[in-house]
């Protein structure tokens, strides 16, 4: 299982959301933890200047950015739709 730390700007955008999100992505956080490659997760690298970064879904819409600090720990830098990758 993956330990899990939250940046604050990740806070920030996740406080920002109806409740209904906030479950979806706490949901998907837990999905992440147990198995950071499920299949519904649809984990990848990202490129450019996120080329250290990678991503994974919350749903059609929202994504969550993240990296890794080891083996066994990610900390979770954004959390938004396409608009977290300006």
């Known amino acids: 299982m993956l330990d899990v730390f939250y940046k604050p700007t990740f806070t920030k955008q996740y406080k ?5 999100l906030k479950l979806e992505v706490k949901e ?6 147990n198995d950071p490659v499920h299949p519904f997760l649809k984990t990848h690298k990202l490129h450019g200047i996120f ?10 819409k929202y994504r ?23």
């Open 28 to 33: 998907k956080i837990a999905l992440f933890r």
């Open 51 to 60: 080329r250290d970064k990678w991503s994974f879904s919350v749903n059609y």
């Open 16 to 20: 920002a959301f109806h409740e209904s």
């Open 64 to 86: 969550i950015v993240f990296q890794y600090l080891s083996k066994n720990e990610v900390v979770l830098l954004a959390v938004g739709d396409h608009e977290i990758y300006k």
